[in-house]
């Protein structure tokens, strides 16, 4: 017996300094008073070894493609949990590490997300039931702020600002991995640029307040929709605060996908991005436009088409206003029973 507890000894001593041989701060996994990156993320290939080394999902940082300066830290993870299993629909809750934390990577060394930390964190923390937790998404930022956000792009799951992983919480300790997704390759840049993964979608606009913008990386219309509600005056005027108008065209002609602001107040993505959306507001080439602010990085936002472009900015009761894509681009305002293009756009704090 005495043989047996010496040899337990041993090897749990080997799995703790396997961590501590990397990051001498790292903190004990079960202390969730004050939890901190150390909490959440391990060294090593912890998928192929159990206890507190395993995973619910592992992670390999690879040089990026973009431009600007590969992160060398994780100094914020962002875990939201999900009944569902793919991210999609309201969050449960979500977690943030403190600020003041950190947590080494580099190119050629593989982490993971602690299991029992997955789970510890979801209970104690957000006091969810976790038996009916089905996915996480993980967010992993290199700065204490919002971004710059991980690139998930071609590793797991639709949407690159995260990574979606299908979990199984019901043992009542650890959260682990449901149909194994093997090691998930991310970029992650020390500053963030126009068209970078971000809450949901890619950056559009860093113009400060109103004018800090997230775009689907895509167009929110298949093909082109009305302005809506021709011969009626929605009083939507504001060129710079298309939350607002979006909200005032939907009080004044109902909820639904018909028409352009009304796609944009339905449009959710997973992630927990389900509300906030809106149709830019126009008629304004300033700093301050954000129609206009889309068109100026449509190269490095992407997936924009030549046509025109619709703003939540109404005109009078039979117009609006609109921008073209080509170039030189033109706002103009026409009649509102015209179709054109759609790209919805949702704030973001940098």
């Known amino acids: 017996m005495a043989s047996h ?12 300094g396997l961590i501590s041989l990397f990051n001498m701060s790292f903190m004990p996994i079960l202390s969730f008073a ?19 080394m395993a995973a619910t999902a592992t992670f390999q940082q690879k ?8 992160a060398s830290s994780v100094s914020k993870v962002t875990l939201r949990y999900f009944t569902s299993t793919d991210c999609s629909g309201s969050t449960a809750g979500t977690y943030n590490t403190p600020d003041g934390t950190s947590y080494s990577i580099n190119t050629s060394t593989t982490f993971g997300l602690n299991s029992v930390s997955t789970y510890g ?3 104690t923390q957000l006091s969810l039931n976790m038996s009916t937790i089905n996915s996480v998404a993980i967010f992993l930022k290199s700065t204490n702020n919002n971004t710059p956000q991980a690139d998930f792009t071609g590793s797991c799951g639709t949407n690159p600002s995260f990574c979606c992983v299908r979990i199984d919480c019901s043992s009542g300790t650890e959260c682990t991995q449901v149909g194994g997704i093997g090691t998930q390759n991310f970029q992650l840049k020390t500053t963030a640029a126009i068209g970078d993964p971000a809450d949901g979608g890619v950056i559009g606009c860093m113009n400060g307040e109103l004018n800090n913008l997230v775009v689907p990386a895509a167009d929110n219309s298949t093909g082109t929709k009305q302005w809506g509600g021709y011969g009626t005056t929605t ?30 107040n339905a449009y ?27 068109y100026t990085n449509k190269a490095a936002i992407g ?7 619709w703003s939540s900015t109404e005109s009078d009761d039979i117009n609006a206003w609109s921008q073209g894509f080509s170039s030189p681009d033109l706002e ?19």
Not at 63 to 70: I, M, Q
Not at 245 to 254: C, D, K, M, R
Not at 332 to 350: E, Y
Request: aromatic share 8%; glycine share 14%; with cysteine.
């Open 5 to 16: 507890t010496k040899q337990n000894r041993i090897k749990r001593h080997a799995c703790i």
């Open 121 to 123: 964190v979801g209970n």
């Open 332 to 350: 103009s305002f026409g009649s509102k029973d015209l179709s054109n293009k759609v790209r919805c756009a949702r704030a973001f704090t940098p």
């Open 303 to 309: 997936g924009f088409t030549i046509f025109t472009y």
């Open 268 to 294: 959710t993505t997973t992630g927990g991005f389900t509300t906030g959306w809106f149709l830019p507001a126009g008629n304004n080439s300033g700093a301050s436009g954000q129609l206009n602010c889309l």
């Open 235 to 264: 009083n939507a005027t504001s060129t710079t605060d298309g939350a607002t108008n979006t909200s005032t065209i939907v009080a004044a002609l109902g909820a639904g996908t018909t028409y352009a602001a009304g796609i944009c």
């Open 34 to 52: 004050s939890p901190s990156v150390h909490d959440l993320l391990d060294y090593g290939p912890p998928e192929n070894m159990s206890g507190p």
């Open 63 to 70: 040089a990026n493609t973009s431009g600007g300066t590969d």
